[in-house]
Structure formats: structure tokens, C-alpha cells
């Protein structure tokens, strides 16, 4: 993408890995910079403060919403606390981490908050290639929800995935290359359960993060 030094963007941001590196992608690439991020019932609510923090440290304005009703229309490990998380996408079905509808919803309202900030552009840290059993990172629906949007506000959204056909090495050779590399590795929080940098290692998205990190360094060394 060329880079869009007379735009803004609006950052979905959840203080995580892939958000992150997004955020810092934005910043390279847009003259203005915001972020939104989300209570929603997630039992990893630790995460709204690192993204606070993060955003504050980096002096980008930070809008917080609360959708916590999202907790009470579905039945997932992430909004109930009292299910035990899948350790691994299962042979069939959704891995129970998903919460059904929440990129939509995400997407949807960051829509709503672009529009009234004179934004157009919108940036997302999904990924089909780490897809793991979520429908809502993949290509297809991004490009459809995008399309729904301009048509629902009558305006020209364009979603940004800057991660969409990265994996997890690639992803943190990305955040090398932004300059972000010490800043995504230590001071942003993926795990599920609530721990910074390297995090619990045993949740999916633990798994994930740490086996990119160490094949990343591994390639890096050579």
C-alpha cells in the first residue's frame, strides 16, 4: 500500500500482538492516528489498560467503548469464565474462544465513530492465515462487511488488514521492521488469561504468539 501521509485512520486496538503491530503500521502510513478499543465482557479485561497505556505512551487519542451486552448473547470461554478453554482448534466446529459476531460488531461501530471523526480509513489486525477456527478473520468476510458498510452510511470505508496473509513469524518480522519489535514483544498482552508479554503459554493464542516469536528469532539468528 502506498503510503496515505493526508489521511487518518482509526485503529481497532486491543493492546495485543496483532493490534500493536497494526497500530504502528497506521502510524507509518497515516498522517492521524486514533484507537478504539472494547469492553466486552472478555475475561481478559486486562487488556483495555495495556492499550490504554500503549496509546498514551505513543500519544494517540484512545476512545474506550462498552458493549459488554455482547457477553450475554452467546456462550464462549472468553465472555464466561466458568468454560474451560480449548487448548486447540478442534477437528470440527469453532474453537470455543470465538465469540460469535464480535468483528462485525467491532467493525460496525468503529464504522459509526470514523465517520463522525471524518475518517474513511480503517485499520483491523485480522488474519487469515492464522484464521485458528475464527470465521470473522478471514478476506471474504472483511471484504463483504466493508462493502455492507459503505452501503448502510453511504460512505467510502476502506478496512485495512495489514496482517490478512501473515503468519505469526511474519507478523513479528513486521514489527521489526516498524521498529516495534521490543515494544510488541514485552509490553502488549495476548494471553487470554490476563498475563503481559510471553503470557500463561498454555492458552491457543499463547501457543500461537510464542511459537511465531521463536521460529522469528530462530530465523534471525541464522
Not at 50 to 65: G, M, Q
Not at 83 to 93: K, N, R, T, Y
Not at 96 to 116: E, H, K, Q, W
Not at 203 to 217: D, I, M, T, V
Request: with cysteine.
Amino acid at each position: 500500500m502506498k503510503e496515505n501521509k493526508d489521511k487518518a485512520a482509526l485503529v481497532l486496538f486491543s493492546g495485543g500482538q496483532d493490534s500493536t503491530t497494526c497500530l504502528f503500521w497506521a502510524m507509518k502510513n497515516f498522517t492521524r492516528v486514533e484507537t478504539l478499543c472494547f469492553t466486552y465482557g472478555q475475561r481478559h479485561v486486562q487488556e483495555v489498560e495495556v492499550a490504554r497505556n500503549l496509546a498514551k505512551k505513543l500519544n494517540i487519542p484512545f476512545h474506550l467503548r462498552d458493549i459488554s451486552v455482547l457477553a450475554t448473547l452467546s456462550n464462549n470461554s472468553l465472555t464466561n469464565n466458568t468454560i474451560e478453554m480449548d487448548a486447540e482448534v478442534p477437528l470440527s466446529g469453532h474453537i470455543n474462544t470465538f465469540v460469535p459476531g464480535r468483528n462485525m460488531i467491532f467493525l460496525s461501530f468503529a464504522a459509526v465513530l470514523a465517520r463522525s471523526l471524518g475518517m474513511s480509513d480503517i485499520v483491523i489486525g485480522v488474519s487469515q492465515t492464522d484464521f485458528s477456527g475464527y470465521p470473522d478473520c478471514r478476506d471474504t468476510f472483511i471484504r463483504s462487511l466493508n462493502a455492507t458498510l459503505n452501503i448502510a452510511m453511504e460512505e467510502q470505508f476502506i478496512i485495512h488488514t495489514p496482517l490478512m496473509w501473515l503468519d505469526k513469524v511474519q507478523t513479528w518480522q513486521l514489527a521489526a521492521e516498524l521498529g516495534a519489535l521490543e515494544i510488541v514483544r514485552n509490553e502488549t498482552l495476548t494471553c487470554y488469561n490476563g498475563i503481559k508479554g510471553e503470557g500463561c503459554g498454555n492458552c491457543p493464542s499463547c501457543k500461537l504468539r510464542n511459537e511465531g516469536l521463536r521460529r522469528y528469532l530462530m530465523n534471525n539468528e541464522q
